[in-house]
DNA sequence: GCCGTTTTCGGCCCGACTGTTTTCAGTCG
């Protein structure tokens, strides 16, 4: 079993337990085991019982499930409680409104087991028969069910924040004097997101009504003074909270989240004798402001370095904000140059020359061009003779350009048996070369890392292109055994990329992470295919803050003499 | 179910909105 199998099973138990109403910590127990087994990177069914139980939130009794699913593929446990619940109740958990008490309710009522039962009753005027539910509920829950296809599921990081931009435009320009901002998993940097939380500091209470008339709402479904829900065309859910300005830093750090973060913040806030929420962090017994009007200042109070957005996940940026060894995350800005796109020649939409220009006027100073190679011949793939055609007009076009020096490179395609696409002496005489698998994918993991391992081994490979080759909520990656392939890569001085192509991502967060801490160089580049697609470069730069990464981790973060000179091509062999 | 330079037992984050209610439970983020 793989980490995120077993991460579904522990959130199965976590919500049927709820449904049982069991102890609410065991609850979140089991939902914070899934978490961090989901983000762990490393396969745990490859760690010891001891390591196992290393992991904070993993103690005696979870190891002990966690073996039994690897071992066995199921967990008695689980088997137990799905002999109490069927499992498609779990359907009705995930409704809009509905939770685990309501469940509860239906199933032992009236024997409500699926979405259809469901309907069925509602539309039949049953469930207002069960204590405490009347009419309205019944009417909510069967909006529920017509909207569960349209608003249900994460979207990608770029349509949430296309959509939040022009929300918190048209909001800026209702309430000029108010901060107006997005915050939640967006402003976090996460490749999905759920829904587009606003925060409003400042703004006056009439806001609300200038959120909940804007022109793309669908329908309301809470309106309040300080915290309205709407639905908004294109299937989003957005939420927007206001609060006075002085408690600015405290709202964006509640906000910002996540969950898992805010929570081992407050704890932090209890042991010291303070309580923290949306408004500001306050002594306990005194009710003394202590801060909140800045986000640093809770931090500072806290006794912490400030943590960026990007890293409050609770993976152990606490620890490093109270040591003071918060990793200086790269920016986009500090990004010189890129080193991944295509042009007409394959399949790109503009000329070398036009790509040229349009990335020195996003403010990089040099450039690959890295059309792809014979084997995708749908992309009109180079062959050998092409390729080196190619490079020698990209070199030419450095003679028309200034301020831009531009790289003859190619994505070459990594064939099934691991070697390239292109002969040796071709590759030999570009100056920078990425290897991408963009076919059979569905090898055996082993069989696919040997694939990889190969590509690594061959003398004129740079760069590892979309190393995983997942497509975010499309396709998952083939399965690699990431820690051979980051282990060669580190002694090949090879780099692994972060492809920045808003449903590529990949390495992503954590992949990318665990790359660094096996001495492995980044190269976030945009695998532009238009000249607009230069500006993806800012998601992957997002993607390497959330792995932690700094500036030195990123080759491209170098001027371009240094960065040629640490190309694995060009660096002193050490034999 | 986890966790502990106060604790191996007794804690475990916090507040807004809705609907069905006469004071609050359920849901959500």
Not at 200 to 220: C, H, K, N, Q, W
Request: aromatic share 4%; glycine share 8%.
């Amino acid at each position: 079993m793989n980490n995120l199998a077993i991460a579904r099973v522990l959130t199965e138990i976590g919500d049927l337990l709820e449904i049982k109403a069991e102890n609410p910590f065991k609850i979140r127990a089991y939902r914070n085991a899934a978490d961090t087994i989901a983000h762990l990177g490393t396969p745990i069914a490859e760690m010891s019982d001891e390591d196992r139980r290393g992991i904070p939130g993993i103690g005696k009794d979870l190891a002990g499930k966690i073996a039994e699913l690897i071992e066995t593929g199921s967990a008695r446990y689980h088997q137990e409680l799905l002999q109490e619940f069927p499992p498609s109740i779990l359907d009705l958990l995930h409704l809009q409104g509905v939770g685990p008490k309501t469940v509860a309710a239906l199933f032992h009522g009236l024997g409500i087991r699926t979405l259809e039962d469901l309907e069925l009753a509602a539309r039949g005027g049953r469930i207002r028969s069960l204590k405490g539910m009347g009419a309205k509920k019944e009417a909510l829950i069967l909006k529920a069910l017509e909207d569960r296809q349209r608003f249900t599921g994460r979207r990608l990081m770029v349509e949430a924040a296309d959509a939040a931009a022009s929300l918190v435009a048209a909001l800026r320009e209702y309430a000029p004097d108010a901060d107006i901002s997005p915050v939640g998993s967006l402003r976090r940097g996460c490749e999905t997101c759920g829904d587009i939380d606003i925060l409003a500091a400042g703004a006056p209470p009439s806001i609300m009504d200038a959120f909940t008339s804007y022109t793309l709402v669908e329908r309301i479904l809470a309106r309040g003074e300080t915290k309205s829900s709407v639905l908004i065309r294109g299937g989003f859910q957005a939420d927007l909270r206001v609060v006075p300005k002085d408690s600015l830093g405290a709202a964006l750090q509640y906000f910002t989240g996540s969950k898992a973060h805010n929570i081992a913040l407050r704890d932090r806030a209890i042991s010291r004798g303070c309580k923290l929420n949306e408004y500001g962090l306050f002594r306990v017994d005194t009710n003394e402001f202590v801060a909140g009007a800045d986000e640093p200042g809770i931090y500072a109070a806290l006794g912490l370095a400030f943590v960026p957005p990007e890293l409050r996940e609770n993976r152990g940026e606490i620890d490093a904000a109270e040591a003071g060894t918060l990793p200086r995350l790269v920016t986009r800005e500090d990004l010189r140059g890129d080193l991944h796109m295509h042009t007409t020649v394959t399949d790109g939409r503009a000329d070398a020359e036009t790509m040229a220009r349009a990335a020195q006027a996003s403010g990089l100073d040099y450039i690959a061009i890295t059309d792809h190679s014979q084997a995708l011949a749908m992309a009109n793939g180079l062959d050998e003779a092409r390729a080196l055609d190619h490079a020698a007009a990209i070199r030419a076009l450095n003679g028309r350009l200034d301020g831009i020096r531009v790289l003859a490179g190619i994505e070459c395609d990594i064939r099934a048996d691991g070697t390239m696409d292109l002969a040796d002496d071709c590759l030999a005489q570009l100056d920078i070369v990425i290897a991408s698998i963009h076919s059979a994918f569905s090898m055996d993991e082993t069989q696919m890392t040997e694939r990889i391992l190969r590509a690594i081994a061959n003398p004129h490979v740079d760069i590892i292109g979309h190393p995983t080759g997942r497509l975010i909520l499309k396709r998952e990656g083939y399965r690699i055994q990431l820690e051979r392939v980051l282990t060669a890569a580190a002694e090949a001085g090879v780099a692994m990329e972060i492809n920045s192509q808003v449903d590529r991502l990949d390495l992503d967060d954590t992949k990318a992470r665990i790359a660094k801490e096996h001495g492995v160089k980044i190269i976030i580049d945009s695998d532009a295919h238009s000249t607009a697609g230069l500006g993806a470069l800012r998601w992957g730069a997002l993607t390497a803050r959330r792995a932690w990464l700094e500036p030195a981790d990123v080759l491209n973060t170098q001027p371009l003499d240094a960065f040629l000179g640490s190309l694995r091509r060009n660096r002193t062999r050490h034999t």
